[in-house]
């Protein structure tokens, strides 16, 4: 149960973070407006709370295992939202970085 907790957390810090940033990037780089950014900065903003809610105590370990998370994140954003088409390299490289988030994370740890 606590591996799905901090999976989800996860998910929540990725989907403000990179939401936030793809807000403020439409609204200052494509002219959406100075709304869109402000929404972005708000998801920023409520991204740096999302972390201390992980079980894990150790700051270090949480924001290592969380860039795993942040890089295959952030190229499914591109599918979804820009219709970015990763190839089997941005593929194989998420994964790896997700395998490293695990590892870091969540092995077995003495004490």
Do not use: K
């Not at 989800?8 to 200052?28: C, K, M, P």
């Not at 860039?67 to 998420?94: C, E, H, K, Q």
Request: proline share 3%; with cysteine; glycine share 16%.
């Amino acid at each position: 149960m606590l591996i799905l907790r901090s999976a989800a957390l996860f998910v929540l810090a990725a989907l403000l973070e990179i939401g936030g940033a793809w807000l403020v990037w439409q609204g200052v780089r494509e002219q959406r407006g100075w709304m869109w950014a402000a929404g972005g900065v708000l998801a920023l903003g409520a991204y740096g709370f999302v972390a201390t809610f992980q079980p894990d105590a150790h700051f270090g370990r949480v924001l290592a295992a969380y860039g795993g998370i942040f890089v295959a994140g952030s190229i499914l954003w591109g599918v979804v939202a820009d219709g970015y088409r990763p190839d089997r390299w941005d593929i194989t490289g998420a994964l790896v970085c997700l395998a490293g988030m695990a590892v870091i994370m969540w092995a077995p740890r003495n004490g």
